[in-house]
């Protein structure tokens, strides 16, 4: 994985000379709850889709800046289990936005080698989002320069309760001894299959807590908290924050030899 890693850092130059990041410590997973959408527009008098609008804009910026400076994997909590008891106006405008966002995108993804994926309750959404999201995995299947992974109808404790079924029935099924059950198991029973855990998380607008984002998958994860709101969240404070990740000292529980 060191290796793949390095590859991937070098591979992605723009950047690369760029004074205000040393691309050496990137993360190679950052994962955002990308939170304060209708306070952005609620402060401004507006109604609350304007904000989670203006919030769409800043995913395009930092979807575009994972990419240019070689994050190999970005994980956006874009919509969660419990999001669904909001007003019906709101989840229609967000599933709206969505399906926007997909089409708008694809062709920006199939250009800049970004393979799109989704993990969540996919089957809860509509059914032309699901057909949207399934043709976009699709056609972004072989792209290999960065993985989107859009967190959709996502909840860590649903996620955790399908993964202990899964299990339970291997086991009662007689594929697995209950010896087998190893973190490693759980992890390749979960959404996250086969995607390494996150380095980096970021949330924004304020709220120091985790609302049931990756429970399992954020053990060892750097946290970093912002007050910015998400439609006011930049590139430049993006920047500022993998500057801070680099000085972050990772011990895993162990101490420095
Ligand atoms: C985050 O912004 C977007 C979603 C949860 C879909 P919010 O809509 O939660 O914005 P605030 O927290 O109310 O400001
Ligand atoms: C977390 O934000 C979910 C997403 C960003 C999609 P929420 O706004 O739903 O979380 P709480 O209600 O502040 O915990
Ligand atoms: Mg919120």
Redesign the pocket.
């Known amino acids: 994985m060191k290796e793949k890693r390095k590859k991937s850092l070098n591979s992605s130059q723009s950047l690369t000379n760029s004074p205000v990041l040393n691309t050496e410590a990137l993360p190679y997973h950052v994962a955002i709850i990308?939170?304060?959408?209708?306070?952005?527009a609620?402060k401004r008098f507006l109604n609350?889709i304007k904000?989670?609008r203006k919030?769409a804009e800043t995913v395009r910026t930092i979807v575009r800046t994972c990419r240019e400076i070689g994050i190999s994997i970005l994980t956006l909590y874009?919509?969660?289990t419990e999001?669904w008891e909001r007003p019906r106006s709101e989840v229609t405008a967000?599933m709206a936005l969505l399906k926007k966002f997909l089409e708008s995108e694809q062709k920006e993804m199939l250009e800049n080698n970004i393979r799109l994926n989704a993990i969540g309750q996919i089957e809860r959404m509509p059914e032309d989002i699901q057909a949207a999201l399934h043709q976009t995995m699709t056609v972004t299947e072989n792209k290999t320069g960065m993985l989107l992974n859009l967190a959709l109808s996502y909840g860590g404790r649903s996620e955790i309760v399908r993964m202990v079924r899964e299990i339970a029935k291997k086991a009662r099924d007689g594929e697995i001894d209950i010896a087998s059950i190893t973190p490693a198991l759980v992890s390749e029973n979960l959404y996250t299959r086969g995607i390494p855990d996150p380095d980096l998380l970021i949330r924004t607008?304020g709220?120091i807590r985790i609302s049931n984002f990756l429970l399992w998958q954020i053990a060892y994860t750097e946290i970093f908290f912002t007050d910015t709101?998400?439609p006011d969240f930049t590139k430049e404070e993006f920047l500022q924050i993998l500057n801070g990740f680099k000085r972050r000292e990772r011990r895993y529980g162990k101490i420095e030899s």
């Open positions: 990308m939170d304060g959408n209708g306070r952005w609620q609350r904000g989670h919030g874009a919509f969660s999001n967000l607008s709220e709101l998400w």
